[in-house]
C-alpha cells in the first residue's frame, strides 16, 4: 500500500452527515484483505454473530457488546487515503461476526462506498439475509455467501443454527441477480460427507447468479483465540484436510470452483 499515491479528502465527495453518524460496532479494520473479495479489499470486521461455528475463526467477535463503538464516518475516513485504489484494484468487504447483525450499518458503509465508486462485498453466513432489505442488497455489488454444509443436520452441528435461511437467501439472491461468490469450509469427518458436498454442489449449479465457488480447507489458526477466550476447541483432534481431499471436492463443486 506504501506505493500508492493517497486521495486529498478534498477529491472525494462528501459523505451526508446522517450517513456518516450512523453507528455500529466493530472488531477490527484490515487495509489489504486479499481473501475477501476480488482484488485487494478494505476488510471491515463488525462484531456479532448468531451462529456458533465450531470451526470459528473469529471467536471474539461472535458478540455485538465485544466490539468497539465506531460510525460509518469514522470507518470511511480510515479508508479515504486510499479511496481511488479500492476503486480501482478491490473494493470494501464487510464481514464479521456477522455483518447482518448491524444491518443499518451495513447499508450506510455500502451506500458510503457507492458514493467514492468503490465496490462492495457482503460476507454472510445468510442465516439473516431476511434483515438484508432492498436498499442494502441494491448497494451490494457481491455478496460472499458461507455455505456451512448442504446437510440441515450437519449444519445443524457445525453451526448450531437451521440451514433453511441461508437457502432461502441464496435464492432471493438469485432472483435478483446478485452476483454470489459461495463459500465452502472443508471439515474432515464433519462437512467432507460425499452426500453432503454433492447436494450443495447441486444446488449451486442451479443458482445461474453463483459466479464462483471457493472451497476453503479447514486449519486450526483460530485455536489461540479460543483458548483465550477459556472456550474449548470442538475440533483440536481434526487434521486438516489433504491436498487430495481438496482437490476431490473441487472436482465436485466443477469449473467455478477455486
Ligand atoms: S458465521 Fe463466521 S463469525 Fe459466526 S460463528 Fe460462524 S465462523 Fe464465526
Partial sequence: MSAVRPVAAAELPPLPPEL??????????????????????????????????????????????????????????????????????????VTGGEPLVQPAFTRALFEAARLWGIPTALDTSGF????????????????????????????????????????????????RGTPVWLRFVLVPGLTDAADNVQGLAAFARALPNVARIEVLPFHKMSEAKWRALGRPYALFDTPAPTAEQVERVRAAFGPLAA
Fill in 20 to 93: 456518516a453518524a450512523v453507528p455500529g460496532r466493530i472488531h477490527s479494520l484490515e487495509t489489504a484483505g486479499t481473501v475477501d473479495g476480488p482484488g485487494v479489499r478494505f476488510v471491515v470486521f463488525t462484531t456479532g454473530c448468531p451462529l456458533r461455528c465450531k470451526y470459528c475463526h473469529n471467536p471474539d467477535a461472535q458478540h455485538l457488546k465485544d466490539g468497539e463503538a465506531t460510525t460509518v464516518g469514522a470507518v470511511m475516513a480510515e479508508l479515504a487515503p486510499f479511496a481511488r485504489f479500492y476503486r480501482d484494484h478491490g473494493g470494501l468487504t
Fill in 128 to 175: 439473516l439475509g431476511a434483515r438484508a432489505d432492498a436498499d442494502l442488497l441494491a448497494a451490494t455489488d457481491l455478496v460472499l455467501l458461507d455455505v456451512k454444509s448442504w446437510d440441515p443436520a450437519t449444519y445443524q452441528a457445525v453451526t448450531g443454527v437451521a440451514l433453511q435461511p441461508t437457502l432461502d437467501f441464496a435464492r432471493r439472491l438469485a432472483d
